[in-house]
């Protein structure tokens, strides 16, 4: 049997190295309620020093597993130890990952990597650069320069968070359907980043021809 | 081979002859042959419990030889499948006994032709009390939901815990192992006994390990009795978490059993509770508790 001021952190919550903060949040409460000084439960077993040291110990690891950045520090330093294996701690960047994902939203994540390439393609792209040559840009140009860089409206939309319908729209050109001129000006400054154009240059072109 | 389940608590009033009764008249009327103990040396009562007024043998009758044999003092009671030795008409000196009387009297008991052998054992921490859990390795230890009753129960606990330890060790060698515990820390026999082992470990880490694994061995459980509405009904579980988290002796939480006013009543009129309240709460979870034993006692002779 280990001391309980021998165990690692996660044995002394008694959670998983890949418990979430929902998880270690609720594992130190219960705990806390274990050991604490008016506890039941632990009532005559620990002297009070021995209590206090168990809490500050307890303390020490909530605050250390709670903390964004302290957790990794500390798990390299278990993994080092080989208490734990690399790749079973819990990762910041799982809790994107929700039910509602879906695949496309996974191919979006592709687009934000080639954003850089999507510019260059555009730069190279001669049917792009005659359309970006215009002094003003339609929605059917936006379409045009969308398809020659084989994104897709649903890519765009689950990568700028703004609904499919309005991009549609800015590409049909139908501005009543959306919100107002102020998000049409957001819409169009996202959709073109989004694609690697410049967002200023998109935006004020297409805006040249509605009238405030 | 029998089922020996001794049943023990720190404190008095705490309902281990209310409990040992009522769970044995439970095991009876599900048809095994159960025997009640009253080792409570000091203070029987078990005999009441079970509705018999004036017992007219008891164990006393087996240590001073009077009975040839123990199953000579075992008494029958009004429940079918239910027999008890009692207590009442122990000798008033009997209180304390010596090591190997106990020794003789668990030896004759574990022989016994029963399915389950409940002892209910004496208030405290005498070596008493002590010893009959020790030399059993398991045990049903009860308390209540109350700072007096928990703190008695820990320190139950932890005497059997430093007595297992004295008899592993034998005398002189737990002596040596004392003095140099104490020498590290002071607290080491009065509040720490854990601490032994622990520097056991460190200087013979060969005798450490065989010493945990013997400890290992016991299998306790606790009971929390009178546990009243606005008690903490988790506390059970949260004291064997501690046990087992500081101590490293796995023990059981089997149930709660709710405080029930009718149990003085039933005490009062020497009926046996569950028959005189057959579908309160009390009576309820004491059926859980003996459903729990019986499937813990079929896993036990599975891995046998």
Redesign the interface.
């Known amino acids: 049997?280990k001391?309980?001021l021998d165990l690692n952190f996660y044995e002394l919550l008694e959670v998983a190295f890949d418990a979430s903060p929902f998880a270690i949040r609720q594992a130190y409460k219960e705990m806390v309620?274990?050991y604490h000084g008016d506890?039941?439960?632990?009532?005559?077993?620990f002297?009070s020093e021995e209590r206090e040291e168990i809490l500050a110990k307890l303390d020490e690891a909530y605050s250390t597993l709670i903390d964004e950045k302290k957790r990794p520090r500390y798990d390299q330093l278990l993994i080092e130890q080989g208490i734990f294996e690399e790749g079973m701690q819990y990762q910041q960047d799982r809790k994107t990952l929700s039910l509602i994902s879906n695949p496309k939203g996974f191919r979006a994540h592709a687009v934000l990597r080639k954003k850089n390439e999507l510019t260059a393609m555009a730069s190279s792209n001669a049917v792009i650069q005659e359309i970006l040559a215009q002094d003003v840009l339609s929605g059917n140009d936006l379409k045009k320069i969308r398809d020659e860089l084989g994104v897709s409206l649903e890519m765009i939309a689950e990568m700028v968070k703004v609904r499919v319908v309005f991009l549609r729209a800015i590409e049909e050109d139908r501005f009543e359907k959306t919100p107002s001129r102020i998000f049409l000006k957001s819409f169009l400054r996202a959709y073109a980043q989004c694609i690697g154009l410049d967002a200023d240059l998109v935006a004020s072109r297409y805006l040249k021809r509605i009238p405030d | 081979m029998a089922h020996i389940w001794p049943i023990g608590g720190g404190k008095g009033g705490t309902g281990k002859s209310f409990l040992t009764g009522n769970i044995g008249i439970l095991l009876a009327k599900q048809g095994f042959k159960t025997l009640l103990v009253d080792a409570d040396l000091g203070a029987p009562n078990l005999h009441t419990i079970v509705g018999l007024a004036n017992p007219p043998l008891s164990l006393s009758d087996f240590l001073s030889k009077r009975a040839a044999t123990l199953q000579e003092t075992v008494l029958e009671v009004a429940i079918p499948n239910l027999f008890l030795i009692s207590g009442a008409r122990n000798r008033l000196d009997i209180a304390n006994l010596a090591h190997d009387q106990k020794t003789k009297v668990l030896h004759a008991i574990s022989r016994l032709d029963y399915d389950y052998i409940l002892m209910d054992l004496g208030t405290g921490t005498s070596f008493n009390t002590i010893d009959f859990f020790t030399l059993s390795d398991s045990g049903i230890f009860v308390c209540t939901?109350e700072?007096t009753s928990?703190?008695n129960i820990?320190?139950l606990i932890r005497s059997v815990y430093v007595r297992k330890i004295r008899q592993v060790l034998k005398i002189h060698r737990f002596r040596s192992l004392a003095t140099e515990a104490e020498a590290r820390n002071q607290?080491a026999i009065i509040?720490s006994p854990?601490y032994l082992?622990?520097v056991l470990k460190d200087i013979h880490p060969e005798e450490g390990r065989i010493l945990?694994d013997t400890l290992k061995a016991f299998q306790f459980k606790l009971v929390v009795n009178q546990m009243r509405r606005q008690d903490?009904p988790k506390?059970g579980a949260?004291?064997c978490?501690?046990i087992e988290?500081?101590?490293?002796l796995k023990i059981q939480f089997l149930g709660n059993v709710s405080y029930d006013e009718n149990v003085h009543e039933a005490v009062c009129r020497k009926e046996p509770f569950i028959d005189q309240y057959r579908y309160s709460q009390a009576t309820l979870e004491l059926k859980a508790l003996v459903k729990g034993i019986v499937g813990i006692t079929e896993e036990q002779t599975v891995a046998l």
């Open positions: 049997m001391k309980v309620q274990l506890s039941l439960a632990s009532y005559s077993f002297s | 939901p700072p928990i703190e820990y320190r607290d509040q854990e082992l622990e945990e903490n506390i949260l004291i978490k501690i988290r500081h101590l490293g």
